[in-house]
């Protein structure tokens, strides 16, 4: 009995101490900047952090067509229009990247739809906001692309291929959808009186919102210091944040706008501007589904999916029809 008891225990050591040589080995190639592929072995709870963050974005960027889809109908001319239905087609694609990348972890993309359609998964929660007015695109791009910008370069160098390669695509295109989101911003702000009004309406409901964006504070974000060491994250939530606001208020200044923040003040110190305290409460509301628009999109997204169903049997269906001519 003593002598099994031991090589019990022997076989345990060998096996903890082959775990631990994995993972410093796994940490070592993340270390020197070598990329993780899928077929590679990683962590489980690396995988999962993945799976988590990566469906995150693609059903971001899926239901964040939905407010500005609200304006496609009535864009205020037919170059407008052109531009903004390639942006909301741009973001369609970005998902469709972000799943495939996703799916390589092991999940099924059925599974991450399930997750968004039952409310267990999140989104950003920016896009539970109310697109108001035609000026509400323009701060869209500005501000939402523009804060994605900020968040997604540094994925372009994640230590997880699949989705550093989405990212360098990704990037692209938002920059292009935060340089039509300031265009817009541009014409209605050199406009009218009434044109600048809406303008700067825009920038009063979504500077607080896109500021979010970056999530909570570092000192309460959960997930951050281990991201940061397996190299998911290159910067911290604030860090970007504070990034974001240096760029954005020198173009609001462009704009001849002003931000919502009488705290906003440029610190000689620093080099960097200081800004007032973010309303936590309504981030936590928003994100715990009581934002303005968070039934509304979910409704509108089981909608689409439930329509849909035929273009999905269709396609089953072909597929099926194809690989039994290739058999036959
Ligand atoms: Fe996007
Ligand atoms: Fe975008």
Redesign the pocket.
């Given at each position: 009995m003593y002598t099994q008891g031991l090589d019990q225990a022997g076989k345990d050591k060998q096996l903890a101490s082959e775990a631990e040589d994995r993972l410093s080995a796994f940490q070592a190639r993340v270390d020197a900047e070598e990329k993780i592929e899928a077929k590679d072995w990683m962590p489980e709870a690396y995988r999962r952090t993945l799976v988590r963050q990566i469906s995150q974005h693609a059903h971001s960027e899926i239901i964040?067509m939905q407010p500005e889809g609200n304006w496609l109908t009535r864009a205020p001319s037919l170059k407008r229009k052109a531009i903004l239905l390639a942006?909301v087609q741009?973001?369609a694609g970005?998902g469709l990247y972000l799943y495939s990348a996703a799916e390589t972890l092991g999940v099924s993309r059925d599974q991450m739809v399930a997750d968004l359609l039952s409310g267990k998964a999140k989104y950003s929660s920016i896009f539970n906001y109310p697109t108001l007015s035609w000026a509400d695109i323009g701060a869209i791009g500005w501000l939402v692309?523009g804060a994605?910008i900020m968040n997604q370069i540094p994925l372009c160098r994640c230590s997880y291929g699949p989705y550093a390669r989405a990212m360098v695509r990704v990037c692209k295109?938002?920059s292009f959808?935060q340089r039509q989101g300031f265009d817009i911003m541009h014409a209605l702000c050199s406009g009218s009186d009434k044109q600048k009004a809406m303008a700067q309406d825009a920038l009063d409901r979504w500077w607080w919102p896109s500021l979010m964006m970056f999530g909570p504070n570092d000192s309460e974000s959960k997930h951050s210091a281990q991201s940061m060491a397996w190299k998911i994250k290159r910067f911290s939530n604030d860090e970007l944040r504070q990034k974001f606001v240096d760029v954005t208020v020198q173009q609001a200044d462009f704009l001849g706008l002003s931000i919502p923040d009488d705290d906003l003040q440029f610190d000689d110190t620093t080099g960097h501007y200081t800004f007032g305290e973010i309303d936590w409460q309504e981030f936590l509301d928003v994100i715990a589904g009581n934002g303005p628009c968070n039934r509304q999109r979910l409704e509108k997204r089981k909608q689409a999916h439930d329509d849909g169903a035929w273009v999905r049997e269709a396609a089953q269906e072909y597929a099926l029809k194809q690989a039994a001519r290739t058999a036959a």
């Open positions: 964040g942006k741009d973001e970005h692309d994605a295109e938002e959808h």
